[in-house]
C-alpha cells in the first residue's frame, strides 16, 4: 500500500523551500531532506565560529601572552615576528599582548550592551504594546525622541555627561540601543494581542501581568533576538569609535578602539601593524555577529 | 458552443518526486456548472491555477493536456500553458483583496476592456458601467468611482465577475467565490453566477468544499482528495449514489453527519497508490497501484479499485 | 435553573463620532445544561455578545448576571473557571510555544489548584475525553491538524469543569468532514458533564443538531428567539426566513422558496428610526419607519420582533 501512512507531521522543511501552504497543508509526507546545519546556514556558522575563537582567546589568551602593559625597551616599532605576532608598539609594548587583553574588554563590552539593551527594550515595548493607552503614548513619544539623535551623537553626550570610565560607556551606548528594541517588541506585541490565545490564556486564569509576561513576550522576541545579535557587533563598533575619538575608555586601558586610535599616526611614519591589526579584530568581530544576525533573521 | 477538455493534469513540485495532482481529467461545456469538490489539500485550487497557467515558479506541471474547443493551451515541448483571456477567466476567493485597492473599481474593469477588447477609453469606460449593471450593482456609476475598501464585500465579488466577464471567456474559473460572504449575500452570487453560465453561454468550474451549494448550482461535480480525482459526474448521480468511498465519506460526514470509522488522518502525498488508500476501510494490496479513472457509464467515472455498488456497502 | 440572564445590554465600540454600536439592547437568558444557539451574519453582534458574556469585554450598559450574581463578581480569581470560551481559528487560539500538555496543565494549576499525579491523571483524562491519544502531549500547535487543534482548545476549557461554555464558530476554520466530529464531541460532552453552551455559528445546518433554542441575530438585537425545531420549522422573522432560504441544502425536497433580500446589510452607525430591518424587508409598512419593534411572543416561547407578525 505504498510506505506506511503517517498521521500529521510537518514537511517543514518542504514548506519553508516552496511556500505552498496554501495549497499543501502541513502534513506532507517525504521525509525532510536534512542539509547539515553548516550547509544550511554557511553565513552563521562562520560568524558563530569566529566568535568562539574570539572568546577563547579572550578568555584563557590573556594567561598565555604576556603582560600588555610590560614594554620591551629597544624594541618600539618592531614588525611582527615570532617573538611578536603583531609586533610593537611606540612604547614597545606587545600589540599581540595588548590585541588579547583588548578583546577581553570589547566582546564583554559587545554582549552585555546588547543583552542589557535587549532585556529593557523589550519589557518597555511589552508594557507599551500590551497595556496601550496613555503609557504606550508616552513610551512612544520618548523613544521618538531619542531616536531623533544619531545614536553615536547620542552615545557621545551620554559618556561625557556620565564620565569617563568603561562603565559609564557601556551605559550610554545601551541607552542608545534600547529604542530600537522598545519598537520591535512592541510591534510583536500589538499583533501577538489580538490572536486568540492571549484570551485564552485570561480564560486559563492567568492575571493580566502572567499574560504579558508567560503568554505574549515569549512569542514577541523573535525579531528581537535577531537585532540583538546585530546590536552586539554595532556595540563594538560604537565602543571602538568613542575610544578612537578619545571618549569613554582611555589609554593605556588595552581596548580596540584605543589601539587604533594611538597606532593611527603611526602610519605616517610607515609601521601599519599597531593599527591594522586592532583595527581588522573589530571588523572581524562586528562582521561575525552580523552573519549570525544576518541568518537568523532570514530564516524563519 | 465551447468546452474546455482536460486531460491526465500532472502537477509537482520542482525538485521533487511528489506529484500534488495526479492524472486529473474533466471537461465542462458551454453553459454548464462544474462543481470541484474537495476538502483542504485535495488540489481543486491547484488544478485552476494550472489551467489558467498561473502556477506559482517553485511548482512545475509535469504532464497533461487542456483543449479549449479542440485548441491545445499546453506547449507539450516546454510543459506551460499560455492562454487568452477570452478563453479562461478566473475569479477569487477573497473579493477585496483580488481587487487593486488603489485603483477605482469602474477602471478596474475599463482597464480590462481596454486591454483585451481593444476598445478605447471612452468606450470602455461606457462598457463598463454596463457590465457593473449587468451584474447587478446599483447606482452603476456611482459605484464605477469607487475603491475596493469602500464596497463591500457582496458587491466587491460582483465587480470581480464584471471583470471576468469583460473578455466574453468561454469558461470561467470561479475559486471559492463566496467563502468570504454571508450566507444571504453567498445566494445573491451564486444565482449571478448560474445567470451568467446560462446568459453568457459560458462553462463555470466552481471549485468549493460546500456540497450543498454544489447540490444546487451545479450540473456535474468531480470531486478531489489528496491532488487525485476520485470520483466525476452528474451532480444528482453522484451525490445520491456515490460510487467512491471517499465521496461517500465527504457526504456522511459532512452534510449528513453521520458518523463512520474512517481515521482521522491528513493527506499522504507519499502514497504511489491510491490518494485515500491509508484511510480506506476497503483498501488492499492492489490500491497500492494508482486506480485509473475508470468510465462506469458515458458520463460518470471513478477512480478505484473497489468502487461501491450497494448504498450500505460502505461501513 | 437560569445560569445566565442578560438584560438590555449594550456595547458600542469607539466613541463619539466614529462609534460603532454592536450590540443594541438584548435580552436572553440560559439555563443550566441547555445549548443557545446565536446566529445571524457578520456584524450582527453576535461574537461582541459571546465576548461579553464570557468576561472578556464589558458592556456599555445592562447586566449580566450569571446564578444570580454579577459576572465581574462571578469570575473573580478561581470564579473564573465557570465559564470558557472557544474561539474560531483552533491555531490560534494555541500558545504556539506551549506543549498541549502544558496548555491543559495551565488552567488545571491555576483553577483547580491541582499539581502532580493528580494533575497528569486529569490531562489525560481530558485528553481521551476529546479523542486525542495520549502520545500527542509533548506536542505543539504547529505539529497538529485543525481539528486536533480544536479538540485541544476544548479540552483546555473543559479542564476547569465551567457550567457554560460559550463557542464562537468553533467549527468555521475545519474541513466538513472534520466538523461533524467536533459537533458530535460537544454533545457526548454536554451528556456527560451537563454543561451549557452558548453555540454562535453562521452555519444553520450545525446549529440545528446542536442547539435547544436558536435566537437569530441582526444588527445588534435579537429579531427571533425559539426552539430550535419552532425556529426551523416556522420560521417567523422575514430575515429569519430569508436566512433559512438562502442557506443551500444538499437534499433538493428540504430546499425553501428562496427569499432574496433586497440591497446589503446597512452601517450600523447609521440605522434609520425605527425597525433596522426595513431597507430590506418585504414586508416593510409605515409603522416600521416610525417605531422600533420589541421582542414580543407570537406563541408560547416563541418571540418574534416585527410588527407585520405580531399583528397577525
Sequence with gaps: MGRSPYSHQEGANLMSEASLSRFVPPVFSEPPTRKSFIRRQPMMTIGIATIVLLIGFAAIGPWFVGDPRATFPGSSFAPPSWSHFFGTDMYGRDVFARAVNAARLDLWL??????????????????????????????????????????????????????????????????????????????????????????????????????????????????????????????????????????????????????????????????????????????????????????????? | MSELVVEGLTVGIRGHSVDLLRDISFSVASGEILGMVGESGSGKTMAALAIMGLLPPEIELRAGSVRIDNLELVNQATMTLQRSAHQLTMIFQQPQAALNPTMKVGNQVSRVLQMHRGLSRAEAKQRAVQLLDRVGIAGPDRVARAYPHQLSGGMCQRVMIAIALACKPQILLADEPTTALDVTIQAQVFDLIAEVAREEGCGVILITHDLAAVSELCDRVAVLYGGQLMESGSTRKVLDEPRHPYSRFLLDAGVRQVDSNTPELGVNFALTGCRFGHRCSRADEICGTFPPLSALTADRGVSCHHPLVRLEEFK | MTLLEISEVHKTHGRGASSVPAVRGVNLTVAAGETVGLVGESGCGKSSLGRMIAGLQEPTSGSILFGGNGLNETLHGRGRRLIQMVFQHPAASLNPKLTVEAMIAEPLRLLMGLSGDARDRHIDELLTGVGLDLSYRPRRASQLSGGQQQRVVLARSLACEPDLVVLDEPTASLDQSVRARVVGLLREIQNTRGVAYLFISHDLATVRRIADRVAVMYLGRIVELASTEQLFNQPTHPYTKALLSAEPQLDPASRRERIILTGETPNPSQLPTGCSFQDRCPLVHERCTKEAPALLPVSGNHLVECFAVQRD
Design chain 1, 110 to 300: 559587545g554582549i552585555v550592551i546588547s543583552v542589557v539593551a535587549t532585556i529593557i527594550g523589550s519589557l518597555i515595548g511589552l508594557v507599551a504594546g500590551y497595556w496601550g493607552g496613555w503609557v504606550d503614548d508616552v513610551v512612544m513619544r520618548l523613544t521618538d525622541i531619542t531616536l531623533a539623535f544619531p545614536g553615536f551623537v547620542l552615545a557621545i553626550l551620554l559618556v561625557t555627561v556620565l564620565g569617563g570610565s568603561s562603565t559609564s560607556v557601556a551605559i550610554g551606548v545601551t541607552v542608545s540601543f534600547i529604542p530600537y528594541f522598545i519598537r520591535l517588541t512592541r510591534a510583536e506585541v500589538l499583533g501577538q494581542r489580538e490572536l486568540e490565545y492571549v484570551d485564552g490564556a485570561i480564560l486559563a486564569g492567568n492575571s493580566k501581568l502572567r499574560v504579558a509576561l508567560r503568554h505574549v513576550l515569549p512569542n514577541s522576541l523573535k525579531p528581537s533576538l535577531v537585532q540583538a545579535t546585530l546590536v552586539a557587533g554595532w556595540a563594538i563598533t560604537t565602543v571602538g569609535g568613542l575610544a578612537f575619538l578619545g571618549i569613554g575608555i582611555h589609554p593605556p586601558t588595552p581596548e580596540w578602539g584605543v589601539m587604533v586610535a594611538e597606532g593611527s599616526n603611526d602610519i605616517l611614519t610607515g609601521v601599519w601593524w599597531t593599527a591594522l591589526f586592532p583595527g581588522a579584530l573589530i571588523v572581524i568581530a562586528a562582521s561575525a555577529f552580523q552573519f549570525i544576525g544576518d541568518d537568523l533573521g532570514s530564516k524563519r
